[in-house]
């Protein structure tokens, strides 16, 4: 019985380490992009040699905490009411997908240099979805145009939000202009053609 708690006492203690790791990673690299694995052990408060337990190397930390940043974007996303006309839902996950990518402008930078491509694509496969079946039924109320994919018009939104955000990070746009300018574009690209 002992050895039983002793166990479940050593697997907490390595939970509460691994979430101290992926929330001091996220905040150092956000105020730091160049903060080295020693400086996020530090932040945590573990020794170095705790992190190499979790996270061999800088990689596999960035994945971990681009799978946690994708976690909390999925459960903000999923509360959403997009229940009413499709322009209502698209304004309103706009606005709340805006706030999540400016919230991890800094760190996506830090994970688009570190990770392929592929796993960061792979990462967004669920808010794509919401995205790609809003997009689908904007098409069959006749909100959205129907000439070209949903797969390319998603890819847009994303490239608009993702891309917006970078422009504000080099200090190109301001996030003023971009929330002024999100919605329109959007519009302009989706909107089916007056007949």
Not at 43 to 68: D, K, M, P
Not at 74 to 100: F, H, N
Request: with cysteine.
């Amino acid at each position: 019985m002992a050895a039983v708690k002793r166990e479940r006492a050593l697997r907490s203690d390595s939970l509460r380490n691994r979430d101290a790791i992926l929330q001091a990673a996220a905040e150092c690299l956000t105020a730091n992009p160049n903060a080295s694995l020693a400086d996020i052990a530090h932040a945590a408060g573990i020794a170095r040699i705790t992190l190499y337990g979790h996270f061999s190397s800088r990689g596999e930390l960035l994945a971990a905490v681009l799978h946690a940043s994708m976690v909390r974007v999925e459960e903000e996303l999923a509360s959403l009411d997009l229940s009413g006309d499709s322009w209502s839902a698209m304004d309103a996950l706009v606005a709340s997908s805006w706030r999540l990518v400016t919230s991890l402008s800094v760190l996506r930078g830090v994970v688009e240099q570190a990770l392929p491509d592929a796993e960061i694509h792979g990462s967004h496969v669920d808010p794509r979805a919401r995205v790609e079946q809003l997009l689908s039924r904007g098409r069959t109320e006749g909100a959205f145009r129907t000439d070209q994919s949903i797969q390319w018009q998603s890819s847009c939104y994303f490239a608009l939000l993702h891309g917006s955000a970078s422009e504000v990070r080099a200090g190109l746009l301001t996030d003023t202009e971009v929330q002024k300018n999100l919605i329109p574009s959007l519009r302009a690209l989706l909107q089916t053609a007056p007949a």
